[in-house]
């Protein structure tokens, strides 16, 4: 039995995910690592060498996602997926046999850069496979597969941190080394799976991307009317984007269309951060020990922390599509907020060892757990599936490399401010989230439009046409059906158009 169109585009999707693993992995594990006692006896870190070790991995990133714009565009999709494995794996390969920290923060730095590579254009090579009518679905893989990553990472730091002694450097030189794998599989297999056909199309391989088409979506048949309509939409828009945009990355800047894409998407990755998601994370640790649970334990509490950010994920890829995108942005940012109120409050009323009571700490720990669930299941994923679907095909790697960039660095900052700030005045930084998921809430909820199960190829319609301020908009004004328009008129004339005729 032939396997179905929607689960080849799906489990094509899933392989490419495994860079999403590798982030997730990393930063689940670099915690672990860190705070190991041979770690610490090898290389006697200060407290700023021990903040340097993470933030270099997010700076090379920043700067990975930065150069996998162009590389996109010039190499392709999968080329570029390829590129950015094989530097993770020497970024791995530095870590795991560091003999000082200038060796360990090149390692890091370098992983960091293929990190950067990988998350941004894994998750715009997976919405130009996918159809719209499960694009949500499978843009969602790339935080679904970075829960994976931090799932395994949770429980493989328990292990080695548990099962070798104090004095063994495999303690974290083996967890450092496992995340090698699965890089290693997603450079050596991503060149036996599809390129974008948009890519192909748009760089003057037009009979490659019709037949890559019709292997996506209809089993190799290029007389498919889906296949047929898709193409011929392809096409108008390569060259009405030929004609009029798309020259350079002035244009995302310079056209109003563009430039409210970008803004969006740079908001969308910029909020994330502001939700507290890094925060709280970095600070739950914290708690965890001051209530007095040993460092095993806490990575085991960590462990069922990525359980459920797992579980969260999993309904998010069930239900983005249907939900939409706009209301479950919505929606998480303003649950996050309350969890945060609930959790600014325990902080102040009853200080973490200080008060001495357990069960408010505790409850402090299940309000995170909620946190976290609420984030990982809307706005986590929200934040890599609007910016890869939003965009013309020539402004898309640009785009989506501009709002990754942005996540990067604001993932720094607060990973650089946290400590600063929750030693200089504790609970009180709290407020900040507080505020932050209220205002992300009703700024988006003015300027975020619904593009879930909308063609790619009417993205530009929607972004130039409909009105700023979105509440004021009927959703269903804009939208053309130019797609299944087409596929109609296809199995009306009950004969394809060669394909030859929509050359550009």
């Not at 993470?54 to 714009?69: E, Q, R």
Request: net charge neutral; charged share 15%; aromatic share 12%.
């Amino acid at each position: 039995m032939a396997l179905s169109p929607k689960w080849y585009q799906f489990l094509v999707s899933l392989f490419a995910s495994l860079g999403s693993v590798l982030y997730g992995y990393d930063l689940g594990v670099i915690a672990e690592a860190v705070a190991s006692d041979n770690f610490k006896a090898t290389f006697n870190p200060t407290t700023s060498e021990t903040g340097a070790v993470v933030s270099v991995f997010t700076g090379g990133a920043f700067f990975g996602a930065g150069l996998a714009g162009p590389a996109g565009d010039w190499l392709g999709r999968k080329y570029t997926i390829m590129l950015g494995a094989l530097i993770f794996i020497l970024g791995g390969g530095l870590q795991t046999g560091a003999q000082s920290l200038p060796y360990l923060y090149a390692g890091r730095a370098i992983a960091g850069l293929g990190v950067g590579f990988l998350v941004m254009i894994i998750p715009l090579y997976q919405a130009e496979l996918a159809h719209p009518s499960i694009r949500g679905r499978v843009t969602a893989l790339q935080q679904f597969m970075l829960g994976i990553g931090a799932l395994v990472a949770s429980w493989t730091a328990y292990g080695t941190y548990t099962g070798f002694a104090a004095t063994d450097s495999k303690q974290w030189r083996v967890p450092l080394g496992i995340q090698i794998i699965p890089a290693g599989f997603l450079a050596g297999l991503i060149i036996l799976f599809p390129e974008s056909p948009r890519w192909l199309i748009d760089h003057g391989r037009a009979e490659e991307g019709l037949r890559t088409l019709a292997k996506l979506h209809a089993h190799g048949d290029t007389s498919d009317a889906f296949v047929v309509a898709e193409y011929g939409a392809i096409q108008d828009e390569v060259t009405f984007e030929r004609e009029n945009e798309a020259k350079s990355y002035s244009e995302l800047f310079t056209n109003k269309s563009s430039f409210r894409r970008l803004f969006l998407a740079v908001s969308l990755q910029a909020s994330v951060q502001m939700t507290g998601v890094s925060a709280i994370q970095y600070y739950s640790p914290t708690i965890f020990a001051q209530i007095g649970i040993a460092t095993g334990d806490t990575l085991k509490y960590q462990g069922i922390n990525s359980i459920i950010a797992l579980i969260a994920q999993f309904c998010c890829i069930m239900l983005i599509d249907w939900t939409g995108r706009r209301w479950a942005n919505i929606g998480g940012n303003l649950m996050n907020c309350v969890t945060f109120i609930v959790a600014t409050a325990l902080l102040a009323e009853f200080p973490p060892g200080v008060s001495k009571n357990v069960g408010a700490e505790w409850g402090f720990i299940v309000v995170t757990w909620i946190y976290n669930f609420s984030f990982s299941c809307t706005n986590g994923p929200l934040s890599w599936i609007v910016p890869a679907e939003i965009f013309d095909t020539r402004t898309r790697s640009k785009g989506v490399s501009i709002a990754t960039m942005m996540s990067f660095a604001f993932n720094t900052m607060i990973g650089q401010v946290t400590p600063i700030a929750m030693k200089a005045i504790g609970w009180k930084f709290y407020i900040v989230f507080v505020v932050c998921n209220f205002t992300n809430a009703i700024f988006f909820w003015a300027i975020q439009p619904e593009t879930a199960r909308r063609p790619l190829e009417e993205m530009n319609f929607l972004f130039t046409n409909a009105p700023l301020f979105v509440p004021t908009m009927d959703m269903k004004e804009f939208e053309t059906h130019d797609l299944e328009d087409r596929v109609a008129e296809v199995e009306r004339k009950g004969s394809v158009v060669s394909h030859t005729e929509h050359t550009v």
